[in-house]
């Protein structure tokens, strides 16, 4: 039953041994609640992916506890659009983060926990796993600077991405979901199931040009490094060749 309905959620077809952070086959004085409760959890998409991941990545947040169809998970500071280094960092790691050298070093740290969260997502599971709401909100950092993807409604396994891309249209802005796209087949008016874009590239789109944009020059980085690394992000955010 449990497996039955990961696979309507996920689209993942999984082994009975991957269901133990998810059900106990133990029979207490209460397992009709635990039933009902546990199947309450497993109405929820987020549960499903916290639980299921939260043993085979850092990048997933952490749940703590259950009761009913509520469930707690650690509490981390999430990222704003406002804020000037996306993720305050004050309120992550303390008051030693303030000088600008520092927060230089923390942004430094966060990126590259980006790319290594990107790679994670893209290679470390039986099926990509694509994020198709990408923005500040949506992660946190840990006081060791990792990044966390705490809102995961818009993350599909690669089986499910193909489902909801492979859809009738009339142009490729018909094959747009939030930040996942595919190109419209005008020949059979359908829309490819491969998607066209990657989580790399939105990443360097919403997330890193905020921090290397030509607007925000930093004193502690030379000029042609920030030209650099401007190129570099805008580079990474635009189409590559099989996506135009």
């Known amino acids: 039953m449990v497996a039955l309905e990961v696979k309507n959620v996920l689209g993942l077809e999984l082994s009975n041994t991957t269901m133990g952070p998810l059900w106990s086959r133990r029979r207490g004085l209460h397992w009709k ?31 703590i506890g259950s009761c009913g169809h509520f469930y707690a998970v650690e509490y981390l500071t999430a990222g704003h659009a406002w804020h000037k280094t996306i ?19 923390a942004i430094t740290d966060i990126a590259l926990s980006f790319l290594d969260m990107v790679n994670h997502f893209d290679n470390d599971f039986s099926h990509r796993l694509h994020l198709c709401d990408i923005k500040p909100e949506n992660f946190a950092i840990r006081n060791d600077l990792t990044v966390v993807a705490i809102d995961v409604d818009m993350a599909f396994f690669e089986p499910k991405m193909r489902d909801i ?28 199931a491969e998607r066209a874009n990657n989580n790399l590239q939105v990443i360097c789109d919403k997330i890193f040009r905020h921090w290397f944009s030509p607007n925000l020059r930093r004193p502690t980085i030379s000029f042609p490094l920030q030209s650099r690394l401007q190129k570099a992000v805008h580079e990474c955010a635009k189409p590559g060749p099989k996506d135009l």
Not at 36 to 54: H, T
Not at 165 to 189: A, V, Y
């Open 165 to 192: 891309l492979e859809q009738n249209c009339t142009g490729d802005e018909d094959c747009n979901f939030f930040d996942c796209f595919s190109k419209c087949d005008l020949r059979i008016k359908k829309c490819g």
């Open 87 to 105: 993720f305050p960092l004050e309120d992550a790691v303390g008051p030693s983060f303030t000088g600008t050298k520092s927060k230089v070093k």
């Open 33 to 63: 609640a635990q039933v009902a409760s546990m199947w309450s959890l497993l109405q929820q998409e987020e549960y499903i992916y916290f639980s299921l991941l939260q043993d085979f990545s850092k990048h997933v947040l952490q749940v």
